[in-house]
């Protein structure tokens, strides 16, 4: 080969040398290749899903949820149109200029969009609701920008209306967003981030039969985040509305008797069907608006709804608890007539006004007394000492133990949540509570005419009056009537439940609801408030003792009384007289559900109601609730 | 030109180049078309001129002879020397940075330039020598050539591009000469400086495996059988440099370090400079097998891949063409590569061998760190692909060289 001037050591070397940079080459060149083959065999399919990840993004689209319907069709609630803005998943997105631009054309708060642009920066699917009812002038101010707001999604959303604010409120519940700890319960059910779902009352109970099936459609985006076209052209899913629920409210009678309600402070109507337990009426004053609920209210307003010294959010007509008052005298009477302590015919008392018990004496509402006074007019009157006496002779453990097989002391089982059971003071309740003999036997006379620690919710008032003009027989109280799928086609309806049977015989029955027709029919009768022209009306007034103010009026009622179809409880607080301020409500309620037109305007009533202050008295004085055990036997 | 110049042309060196050159133009083509991007064509009609003109220059430079081109040599350094000094005072760049001249229309970036002429002037110089490279003193005018450019370009601030001098120098050093073990000691210094920076803050890691990496160093030197005053010059240059790391680090401009730092772990940097890597890499990786088709990227289209038509070019090709599309246009740029070395073996020549070895090099060296780039096996440098990357000044200059290649191998005959 000889001399090369290439290379000192010849051409050996060289050769060597070259070879030895192929070498090189090819390795490193290997190397590449191997973590080529990595990333694109191995690992392709990992690699795919993410970049579709990274363009198209999943939305929910939110199915139109289930109208809410009265019992003969009138729309309680549905859905209008609105606008919302959300946040979508964008890289590119500057998030401190966004919340800055965003929070200043929303006018909102800027830590709360900062929030919102995180949550939509690390959440995984779809986007992140930001406003859920837009007004339209937000809207346009961010349209204008729309160029500056990457991944700003402004969408057609449908909002829960309730077409007449409040009405039914309380029976109905509201809707909201879900929350965090509802979203962990509800995934499993196909929730997600930012659907709305019903917080209380029907909307709860029934949610996932009014709520239907939400749909997905996916987009296309680009890294700054313009949203670009729909990925693959079309929805991906549609989405199916939700079912149609109707319940057994009747509109015109709860309108009827919410109207009466808004006169007073606060109070409560719950009416039922006695031969089904179809709820009729379920009112429960005061009551937040459920559409502004329902857009979604900031924290002062809501920290205001339940702060409120009126307690707007309290549905009084299942969580609320009172003495019932003289209403509950009629338990009394017929639990006496079952153990024969009175005939009701022959049995008298005279009442002077006050009945002496022990060194005690407890007063008649009617100062100058009832006089001469058997069964019935203790109850059309009313007469306290009649039933004081009634009641000594009963004592605690039998007349509660009547009460309580009554079916008062335990939730009816209405089917919306929240419901308390009240209370029914046994023997046994005042051992735990006092201590062992340390109560006196005395405070069933407070007890035989529906005061002290005896505590019903309004519902369980018109329950438990329900069963007496339905033959004895008590229905499980609901709202829920039958489901209809968005077409029409009935998928559902409420069978009436028999909870219990009233433990009195026939003609117990039979005597309290004539006496109860008394109340309001007969000439001396302390409701003749509630009479409705044409029909016969029963009632019982009261009054409910109340330690922390004035006395709550309490009025149970049923109507018509040869062939009922509505029983009532209207309770108003702090209004003092039932015959006076609650009958009038039942009455108006009782037209309403009937159908009744008033023929003339009302003639004036003839005399004013007697009754004022009809509760008992301790003569004794102090404070009246749970006190009068330690005065000793 | 006479008939064994002509049976000496390496016509599939052509061939391939000119492949690499339309696939260039095709994908960068396909870059510019995004959804996102409007109308770039202008981008793929420059870039189609620019091709034109490279090959233009790739045949005139067929017929400078080797003797010219050396004679050309320290001329030739010293106007890339000239403008690399020139474009820190008037030149231009993306955010601060100064590495383009612009001359209307035209960008020139003068480090594709100074690349070329210190192949020139080392080649000339190792050619030249008539003593064998055999102590680590004979290295220090090679290196000299080598780092002032590499110096001036940093300052700019280009770091991949730097990095690309210093990377040049090593095979011709080999090809000139140099013994494999005096390599190796050239490289205990870099070594040296980058166990010393502070890779992961606040822990005393980086220090502990300096240490153990200058006492494995000081017990080589003592059984190698160099000059003592040699062992204690390349000991106490890795002394200094590790020393000096941390300094370095800190004068490195924010954005390089977080490159560095990002290149290590990409997820924690997702949101900044690590976006560009993972994005990249989800493109390559979701190319698959096939790749999405032509035009179909759908990383490319919405503009989730970043410098598409320029650094990241390898990873619209892998995103549209997959594995087999990756291993296509590597196989190509391997090809040129591997033939490049094996005529450097049989010129005679002593000068255009080392001219050939230092263009393949580069030519090598360029395309793994930009692969390396879009794989994540390398931190982001800002290195364009030879061929492939839209970008006037790279292409002109590579075709250039191809073109001196092309003439060698014409004249390997010729001592």
């Not at chain 1, 309108?255 to 337990?277: D, K, N, Y």
């Not at chain 1, 209809?484 to 009436?496: H, L, Q």
């Not at chain 2, 560095?260 to 190319?287: C, D, H, M, V, W």
């Not at chain 2, 094996?342 to 360029?366: C, D, E, H, W, Y």
Request: net charge neutral; glycine share 10%.
């Amino acid at each position: 080969m000889g001399i090369s001037g290439n290379g000192q050591r010849g051409l050996e070397s060289v050769r060597l040398r070259s070879r030895a940079l192929r070498i090189v080459a090819v390795a490193l060149s290997l190397v590449i290749v191997v973590r080529l083959g990595w990333l694109q065999l191995a690992r392709g399919s990992f690699y795919e899903d993410l970049s579709t990840d990274n363009y198209v993004q999943g939305f929910v689209v939110r199915a139109p949820r289930g109208l809410i319907l009265d019992r003969s069709g009138e729309i309680l609630a549905d859905s209008r149109a609105a606008l919302s803005i959300a946040l979508n998943r964008t890289r590119g997105r500057d998030d401190e200029a966004t919340a800055d631009l965003l929070a200043e054309l929303l006018d909102l708060d800027r830590a709360y969009v900062a929030d919102k642009l995180l949550e939509a920066r690390t959440s995984y699917y779809g986007s992140i609701v930001l406003l859920d009812d837009a007004d339209f002038e937000q809207v346009s101010r961010v349209e204008e920008r729309r160029s500056e707001l990457p991944g700003v999604k402004v969408s057609v959303t449908a909002v829960r209306r309730y077409p007449e604010g409040v009405l039914g409120t309380h029976a109905l519940g509201y809707v909201s967003q879900i929350s965090d700890v509802e979203l962990r319960s509800m995934q499993p059910l196909g929730y997600s981030q930012g659907d709305i779902v019903g917080k209380t009352g029907v909307e709860k109970r029934y949610e996932l039969l009014m709520h239907g099936r939400d749909g997905a459609e996916y987009w296309v985006f680009d890294a700054s985040g313009r949203e670009l076209y729909p990925f693959p052209p079309g929805p991906a899913r549609e989405a199916r509305p939700g079912n149609n629920l109707v319940l057994t409210i009747d509109a015109p009678a709860q309108r009827a008797a919410e109207a009466a309600l808004a006169e007073f402070e606060a109070g409560s109507v719950v009416a039922i069907e006695p031969s089904t337990g179809e709820v009729l009426v379920l009112a429960s004053h005061p009551s937040p608006n459920p559409n502004s609920l329902a857009s979604g209210v900031s924290s002062e307003e809501w920290s205001e709804l339940v702060g409120s010294p009126r307690h707007p959010l309290l549905n009084r007509a299942i969580q609320a608890t009172y003495p019932p008052g003289s209403p509950f005298k009629i338990i009394t009477a017929a639990a006496g007539l079952e153990v024969n302590e009175v005939a009701p015919l022959r049995e008298r008392v005279n009442c002077k006004g006050a009945y002496k018990y022990g060194i005690r004496t407890f007063r008649c509402w009617r100062r100058e007394g009832h006089g001469i006074a058997d069964l019935m007019k203790g109850i059309v009157e009313s007469c306290d000492v009649f039933f004081y006496q009634l009641g000594a002779r009963l004592g605690v453990a039998t007349l509660m133990d009547w009460t309580e097989r009554s079916g008062l002391g335990r939730e009816t089982g209405i089917d919306i949540s929240g419901e308390v059971g009240g209370n029914v003071p046994t023997p046994a309740w005042y051992d735990r509570r006092y201590g062992k003999r340390k109560w006196s036997k005395g405070v069933v006379l407070n007890l035989a005419i529906g005061q002290g620690e005896l505590l019903v919710t309004p519902l369980q008032a018109a329950y438990l009056t329900s069963g007496f003009v339905s033959g004895g027989r008590m229905y499980t109280p609901h709202l829920f009537k039958r489901v209809e799928t968005y077409s029409g086609r009935v998928i559902g309806t409420a069978r009436p439940a028999a909870a219990q049977e009233l433990p009195f015989s026939d003609s117990t029955i039979a005597f309290i609801r004539r006496a109860m027709v008394n109340v309001v029919e007969a000439p001396n009768g302390t409701g003749k408030q509630a009479r409705v022209p044409g029909i016969q009306v029963g009632g019982k007034t009261g009054t409910a003792q109340n330690p922390h103010g004035e006395d709550h009026a309490w009025f149970i009622s049923f109507a018509p009384a040869d062939d009922p179809k509505i029983a009532l409880a209207v309770l108003v607080e702090n209004a003092g007289s039932g015959g006076a301020n609650a009958a009038p409500i039942a009455r108006e309620v009782i037209k309403a559900y009937l159908r009744i037109e008033d023929p003339e305007p009302e003639p004036e009533p003839e005399f004013l109601p007697a009754e004022t202050g009809e509760a008992a008295i301790a003569a004794g004085g102090g404070a009246l609730d749970g006190t009068i055990g330690e005065e000793g036997d | 030109m006479d008939r064994r110049q002509l049976r000496d042309f390496d016509l599939p060196v052509l061939v391939v180049t000119t492949a690499l050159v339309a696939i260039g133009i095709v994908m960068i083509y396909s870059a510019t078309h995004g959804d996102w991007a409007g109308d770039l064509s202008v981008v793929v009609r420059k870039q189609i001129i620019w091709a034109a003109l490279g090959l233009a220059v790739l045949t005139a430079a067929m017929f400078v002879s080797q003797d010219t081109l050396e004679g050309l040599a320290p001329i030739l350094y010293g106007v890339a020397l000239s403008l690399l000094i020139a474009v820190l005072v008037i030149g231009v760049g993306k955010g601060g940075e100064r590495r383009w001249f612009e001359l209307g229309p035209l960008r020139l970036q003068p480090s594709e330039l100074a690349k070329f002429a210190v192949i020139i002037v080392l080649a000339r110089y190792l050619a030249r020598r008539k003593t064998r490279l055999d102590r680590p003193v004979h290295l220090a005018v090679p290196l000299l050539l080598a780092l002032v450019p590499a110096a001036l370009v940093l300052r700019e601030p280009d770091l991949g591009t730097s990095v690309m001098f210093v990377a040049l120098l090593v095979p011709m050093l080999f090809w000139g000469g140099a013994r494999p073990f005096l390599l190796m000691l050239l490289a205990t210094p870099v070594v040296s400086l980058l166990l010393a920076l502070p890779w992961t803050e606040g822990f005393p890691v980086n220090w502990v495996a300096w240490a153990v990496f200058m006492a494995l160093l000081a017990w080589l030197l003592y059984v190698s059988r160099l000059f003592i005053t040699d062992k204690l010059l390349v000991f106490s240059t890795c002394v200094f440099t590790g020393i000096m790391g941390p300094f370095l680090w800190e004068r490195l401009a924010d954005y390089q370090r977080h490159r560095i730092l990002a290149f290590l772990n990409p997820e924690k940097y997702r949101f900044s400079t690590g976006y560009q890597l993972i994005q990249s890499k989800i493109a390559i990786g979701s190319g698959s097998v096939l790749g999405k088709g032509f035009l179909r990227g759908t990383q490319k289209n919405y503009a989730f891949l970043p410098e598409q038509h320029t650094d990241f070019i390898f990873s619209v090709v892998a995103e549209e063409f997959g594995f087999v599309g990756c291993l296509v246009v590597m196989g190509l740029l391997l090809f040129l590569v591997l033939r490049m070395f094996k005529l450097a073996g049989q010129v005679r020549n002593r000068f255009a061998g080392l001219v050939i070895v230092g263009i393949a090099s580069t030519l090598f060296v360029q395309s793994a760190i930009n692969i390396g780039v879009t794989l994540g096996l390398s931190p982001v440098t800002g290195m364009p692909l030879p061929f492939l990357s839209y970008g006037g000044s790279s292409l002109l200059v590579t075709l250039a060289s191809i073109g001196i290649v092309l003439g060698m191998g014409m004249r390997r005959m010729e001592y």
